[in-house]
Every structure is written in C-alpha cells, then in structure tokens.
C-alpha cells in the first residue's frame, strides 16, 4: 500500500484554520446566497464576491461549492429523504465524488457544510484516480451504511473517461463479493448526467446533479453524525 493520503494542502491552516477566515467566509456565503438568488450567474456573483473579501482561489472553491440560492435550497430540501426512507431502496452512489470525499475526510482535510446542509471538499478527480490509505475504510464506512439500513441494492457509477476506473470499480466489486453485499459498479461516461437524469435515488454532494434528480440522500453528513467521526469541518452558516 502507499503512503498517499488527501489531507490538507500546504496553506490550508492559513486559509480555513482561524475564527477571522472562518467569519469572512461566512460573510461571503451569505453575499453569494443574495447574488445567486437574484440570478447572477455563479462565476460573476463569486468574482464579485471573492474580491469584496480580498478570498484566495481555495477559498472561493470552498465558498461556491458552500453556496445556493433560495429556489436551489428549496428544491434540494423537497427531495431530500431521511434515512428511515432508504429501507428496500436501490441507490445510485456517484462513485468519485462521494469516494475521494470520504478519503479526504478521513485524511483530515477541510470540509465544508454549505447552505443545503451537503459536505464538500476542496479535492478532485484530474484525469487520474489513485487509491490513498484511506480509501478501505471509505468503502468500509459505506459498507456500513448499507447494512445498517437494509438497502436493496447500491449501484456505484464511476467517470469512464478517468485512468483507473475500471480498477476502482473492480475492487468495489471484489469487497462486495467477499462481504456479501448486493453492488452493482457502472462506467458511464457523463455521470452527472446520467445521475441527473435518473429515476432512482441518489448519492452525491454535486450541486448541479441535486438541483435536477429525482430524490437524494446526504450520506456524508449520515456518517459523519452515524459513525461520530472526527472531522475538520467549517460549516458555512
């Protein structure tokens, strides 16, 4: 195994680490909630905003992916489901997305709890997916998660398109096959768009992917309360 991990980036105390940068991201979620819910395109209305604040590229990442507007916020509430909905569901987990968050989660990165009450990272998939030591115990909290709650079926839907997806899915598999448990692992190549446009229930914190599915569930959020995990998390509110 290697010694990668997806902890925190050379700077990060200095950008999310203190009571000041905290209470100035704050500011700025709620000047960005304002713009965005007058329809300000999201680019121009965190331009805007990322000056105002004097905030850092990293920080602007985190203060877009903690924003919505009121409609966005609403809209996510209504199909949002509570675990006691979840028993004898199939669900479509959006594979990277929920994945690379949990490893950096466990890494003891930064994360974020915006508006929607989603966790999101400052983490990404750049062509290439590469496993860290964390990512066992990512599939293992998952694992539990399923369990606990009696889901029928749990399909992870990996990007095609990046280096070693077809590995990640392939170890999926294997952990499910050795513990038993009814999942499924597909390559498409949009995810997002096939997420979107799904009938099933949903498992991602990708803002465009929950403004336009049917129905969703906030698994980071479960785990993190579920499994009282130790975490370095800003909520943005």
Same mark, same amino acid.
């Given at each position: 195994? @290697?010694? %990668?991990?997806?902890?925190?980036?050379?700077?990060?105390?200095?950008?999310?680490?203190?009571?000041? #940068?905290? *209470?100035?991201?704050?500011? =700025?979620?709620?000047?960005?909630?304002?713009? +965005?819910?007058?329809?300000?395109?999201?680019?121009?209305?965190?331009? $805007?905003?990322? @000056?105002?604040?004097?905030?850092?590229?990293? #920080?602007?990442?985190?203060? %877009?992916?903690?924003?919505?507007?009121?409609?966005?916020?609403? /809209?996510?509430? +209504?199909?949002? $489901?509570?675990?006691?909905?979840?028993?004898?569901?199939?669900?479509?987990?959006?594979?990277?997305?929920?994945?690379?968050?949990?490893?950096? +989660?466990?890494?003891?990165?930064?994360?974020?709890?915006?508006?929607?009450? &989603?966790?999101?990272?400052?983490? *990404?998939?750049? *062509?290439?997916?590469?496993?860290?030591?964390?990512?066992?115990?990512?599939?293992?909290?998952? =694992?539990?998660?399923?369990?606990? /709650? #009696?889901?029928?079926?749990?399909?992870?839907?990996?990007?095609?398109?990046?280096?070693?997806?077809?590995?990640?899915?392939?170890?999926? $598999?294997?952990?499910?096959?050795?513990?038993?448990?009814?999942?499924? *692992?597909?390559? #498409?190549?949009?995810?997002?768009?096939?997420?979107?446009?799904?009938?099933?229930?949903?498992?991602?914190?990708?803002?465009?992917?929950?403004?336009? &599915?049917?129905?969703?569930?906030?698994?980071?959020?479960?785990?993190?309360?579920?499994?009282?995990?130790?975490?370095?998390?800003?909520?943005?509110?």
């Amino acid at each position: 195994m @290697n010694n %990668r991990n997806r902890g925190k980036n050379t700077g990060d105390d200095t950008l999310f680490g203190s009571e000041k #940068q905290i *209470g100035k991201l704050k500011l =700025a979620v709620e000047d960005m909630h304002y713009l +965005l819910s007058r329809e300000y395109p999201e680019k121009a209305a965190s331009d $805007l905003v990322g @000056n105002r604040y004097r905030l850092k590229t990293r #920080q602007i990442q985190a203060l %877009r992916g903690a924003s919505a507007s009121v409609a966005q916020l609403q /809209n996510r509430r +209504l199909k949002r $489901l509570e675990a006691t909905d979840l028993k004898e569901k199939t669900i479509y987990l959006d594979g990277f997305n929920v994945l690379i968050l949990l490893e950096s +989660l466990l890494s003891e990165a930064y994360i974020f709890e915006g508006l929607d009450g &989603c966790i999101r990272d400052l983490s *990404g998939v750049h *062509g290439t997916y590469k496993r860290v030591n964390q990512t066992l115990r990512a599939v293992e909290l998952i =694992a539990s998660f399923y369990q606990k /709650n #009696q889901i029928h079926q749990l399909v992870w839907v990996f990007d095609k398109p990046v280096s070693n997806s077809g590995r990640i899915k392939q170890i999926i $598999l294997e952990f499910a096959e050795k513990h038993q448990l009814n999942w499924e *692992g597909d390559l #498409q190549y949009n995810p997002d768009k096939f997420l979107a446009e799904s009938s099933e229930l949903i498992i991602s914190s990708d803002a465009w992917i929950l403004d336009h &599915c049917k129905e969703w569930f906030n698994l980071i959020g479960y785990l993190i309360a579920e499994e009282n995990l130790p975490v370095n998390l800003i909520k943005m509110k």
